[in-house]
């Protein structure tokens, strides 16, 4: 892993020079597991709740998950969140026993500015395929899919495809869905689609949501935030 100690200018320089590392490209291998990975903390405190989840795919039953607790030391960047984010995850990646074939994390994957968001970061600090869910944009533009399950449009920066919108829900608003690395759109909407069971979010991410939540509160319980 690089230094994660640097300035938001540095952390800009690092993200260019990752951008070489990235690799966007069908993936071909089976998927047996997939992994789910979020973060939580309280407003103002600088202690992060990680956790990562581990499913059977694409039944989405639980197999494994573990949780860390971890001080954030870089401040809050929007387009640098991988710099604040990553090190507690990665806390908790050291403690999981069963490695997926994919992770999915709460963020984008080259849907980003300079195409490094959490999920392309992750896969090329840990060398493993990616994949961004996010929900909300933070860059390009859209049109919006139509209103059932599955629909998708193209999430664009001028010509570029950087992302796809997916519906997951009718008459819910849409997650944003982008290869982090080693994935391509094509790749990343075929694993996502059977991850979606009745929420707006789907399994993996929705269900490290729950967990770092409830590590969270069980650990501040009777603590002023």
């Not at 869910?133 to 629909?151: H, I, R, W, Y």
Request: positive net charge; hydrophobic residues 35%; glycine residues 8%.
């Amino acid at each position: 892993m690089h230094n994660w100690e640097i300035s938001p200018k540095q952390a800009v320089q690092e993200q260019k020079g990752l951008q070489e590392k990235l690799r966007i490209q069908s993936f071909q291998q089976e998927v047996k597991l997939v992994g789910g990975a979020d973060i939580s903390y309280n407003r103002f405190s600088s202690t992060a709740y990680a956790g990562i989840v581990i499913l059977r795919f694409p039944e989405m039953e639980i197999i494994e998950k573990q949780t860390a607790v971890a001080t954030m030391h870089f401040p809050y960047v929007p387009g640098l969140l991988s710099f604040r984010e990553i090190p507690p995850i990665a806390e908790a990646w050291k403690k999981i026993k069963t490695r997926p074939d994919v992770m999915v994390l709460d963020g984008h994957g080259m849907a980003h500015p300079r195409r490094m968001g959490i999920a392309s970061h992750f896969g090329i600090v840990f060398q493993i395929p990616t994949i961004g869910c996010a929900k909300k944009v933070l860059t390009g533009s859209f049109d919006m899919p139509e209103n059932q399950k599955g629909d998708t449009s193209p999430l664009m920066d001028k010509e570029e495809q950087i992302g796809t919108v997916l519906r997951t829900k009718p008459n819910v608003k849409p997650v944003f869905i982008s290869p982090g690395h080693l994935m391509d759109f094509k790749s990343a909407i075929d694993i996502i689609k059977p991850c979606i069971k009745g929420y707006r979010i789907p399994e993996p991410t929705r269900q490290a949501h729950l967990l770092v939540n409830e590590a969270r509160i069980k650990n501040t319980k009777g603590h002023t935030s």
